[in-house]
């Protein structure tokens, strides 16, 4: 018996809508793709005028709503520019690397002309709106721009090569309309949020600046009832400095690829969060009595190759020789972590013009710092707690929704 012929229909769909989608090419959907052009650049009248001008190097995988440069009549007349309205789909035609590279598009969310590197691309609307054909390259721009692009310095797309593209597209403009809607709600979310986030990191880098003092100025705003002056002190003086070290990966046995039996090793690679439970490899009991440990709630910071990566080990932890840990005493940990953050620059300066830059445990122990009375730095470690742990909120919905995302491309479409 003859295998029925798999139907052709995205995995995920919504009700009411089950005709087979079709395969076509670009060319055969879309009534003109177009490029734009630079207008000259040693006359001076072509520059600077009112009219948007859209390069590569702008397209988003979002709505344009401005553009870098403006140029003037004289100049759109030029290079003949067209107008290119708002609402058209746009795809960057050149480039190897982002930004610029084959495979960023977006919406225009204006009227503009555009340059050499960018094309508009006009649908029939009778067979597929401009915003499905967005979310559609969304998916699939950057495997297309490997795989049908031609050239070695500056690879690039053309209108033939454009044309010939296979899209799979449903015919019925509802259900277009109706994954378009998802999408665009979806990227409206994430917007917001990443908007949220970087407030939020915008807020902490102000708030480092004016609550916490440098090497000889006071802090702009404290906390209510403390007065007192801060005093310098060296990182040595503040808690007990320890280098990390690294058992012999050689002997297999100081290591386990089991979790729950293991123990946690940590390296700069780990540092991606500011309170760290995990590690990307775990020692064994054995290489746990070979590695140089930490309690829970040290300050951990790196001083070999990407120096200033700093966090807090919310467990107890061993470490590699890249991180130093400063097991504090009497001193709030969280406030010394806010500490290490705002003077990353300065104790960056430490490591020198090397080919690997590296600050010893010498010079790490004699680095001076402004500090505060205990009080004090309890109020301020609580405050950019706070902050942190609302980031790393943000960032996680963030993730969450840029995944989201992720799985309407692969499952809305074909």
């Given at each position: ?42 006359n ?81 609307h ?45 015919h ?13 709600i ?50 040595g ?28 090793w ?6 991606n ?56 005493q ?5 406030f ?7 003077e ?71």
């Amino acid at each position: 018996m003859d295998k029925k012929p798999k139907r052709m229909v995205p995995e995920v769909r919504f009700k009411g809508f089950t005709d087979d989608w079709e395969q076509h090419k670009l060319g055969e959907i879309t009534i003109d793709m177009y490029n734009g052009q630079t207008p000259s650049r040693n006359n001076s009248e072509f520059w600077k005028g009112n009219i948007p001008w859209l390069t590569s190097g702008e397209l988003n995988h979002d709505i344009i709503t401005d553009t870098v440069e403006k140029i003037t009549k004289l100049g759109q007349k030029d290079k003949h520019l067209r107008l290119i309205k708002k609402g058209t789909f746009v795809i960057a035609i050149t480039g190897l690397e982002a930004p610029g590279t084959r495979g960023n598009c977006a919406l225009l969310g204006i009227d503009t002309t555009i340059n050499q590197s960018v094309m508009a691309i006009y649908p029939d609307h009778k067979k597929v709106t401009s915003d499905f054909l967005f979310d559609w390259y969304e998916k699939v721009g950057t495997e297309y721009g490997i795989t049908y692009t031609q050239g070695t310095k500056q690879q690039s797309y053309n209108v033939n090569l454009l044309s010939i593209l296979p899209i799979m597209i449903t015919h019925n403009l509802k259900e277009q309309y109706k994954i378009s809607q998802l999408l665009k709600i979806t990227n409206r979310l994430i917007s917001l949020q990443q908007r949220k986030l970087e407030q939020l990191k915008q807020l902490k880098k102000a708030m480092l600046r004016q609550l916490l003092a440098s090497k000889e100025l006071s802090p702009s705003i404290r906390f209510k009832n403390f007065t007192e002056a801060w005093e310098q002190r060296k990182l040595g003086d503040i808690g007990n400095v320890i280098t990390g070290n690294t058992p012999s990966t050689k002997d297999k046995s100081n290591w386990t690829t089991d979790k729950n039996k293991g123990h946690i090793w940590i390296t700069p690679t780990d540092i991606n969060r500011k309170v760290l439970f995990d590690s990307e490899r775990y020692l064994s009991d054995k290489g746990w009595l070979k590695a140089r440990k930490i309690p829970k709630n040290s300050v951990l910071i790196t001083s070999i190759a990407s120096i200033g990566k700093n966090a807090i080990n919310g467990i107890d932890a061993a470490f590699n020789q890249q991180i130093n840990a400063l097991i504090l005493q009497n001193n709030n940990y969280y406030f010394v972590l806010s500490l290490m953050d705002k003077e990353k620059k300065r104790f960056e300066a430490l490591a020198g013009q090397t080919a690997t830059p590296i600050i010893n445990k010498s010079t790490f122990s004699s680095f001076q710092l402004q500090i505060p009375s205990e009080n004090e730095q309890n109020k301020i470690g609580n405050f950019f707690k706070k902050i942190d742990n609302l980031i790393t909120l943000h960032q996680r919905e963030t993730n969450i929704l840029s995944n989201l995302k992720k799985f309407f491309l692969q499952n809305l479409f074909i």
